[in-house]
Nanobody, 123 residues
Framework: QVQLVESGGGLVQAGGSLSLRCAAS????????MGWFRRAPGKERDFVAC????????NYAATVKGRFTISRDNSKNTVSLQMNNLKLEDAAVYYC????????????????WGPGSQVTVSS
């Protein structure tokens, strides 16, 4: 069974930086795309970023593009999210997720999820 665990969340001042890491176990990590999502209080879960198996394709939500960078290290079974120039609206619980297909497709979906990591942004 695939298990995902996020780490690196915490309190950061607006304009600052924070790096999240997701460690995967129990599966063939390198065979599946990965994604980051977030849920702010009282809001629906939103897409943040995703990355292909090899890491050569990355996509970002418009709200974070240019500020966040997703990356992966298949030798360590980890996916990271570097967050720069954080804004108050970035505060949320951030979730790591693994796709259920070897490539992004209309018939696929994220199958496995981590428990989440809280990111708090202060003025």
């Amino acid at each position: 069974q695939v298990q995902l665990v996020e780490s690196g969340g915490g309190l950061v001042q607006a304009g600052g930086s924070l790096s999240l890491r997701c460690a995967a176990s129990g599966g063939t990590f390198s065979n599946y795309p990965m994604g980051w999502f977030r849920r702010a209080p009282g809001k629906e879960r939103d897409f943040v970023a995703c990355i292909s198996c090899s890491g050569d394709y990355q996509n970002y939500a418009a709200t974070v593009k240019g500020r966040f960078t997703i990356s992966r290290d298949n030798s360590k079974n980890t996916v990271s999210l570097q967050m720069n120039n954080l804004k108050l609206e970035d505060a949320a619980v951030y979730y790591c997720a693994q796709y259920d297909k070897p490539w992004f497709t209309p018939g696929g979906d994220y199958k496995y999820w981590g428990p989440g990591s809280q990111v708090t942004v202060s003025s």
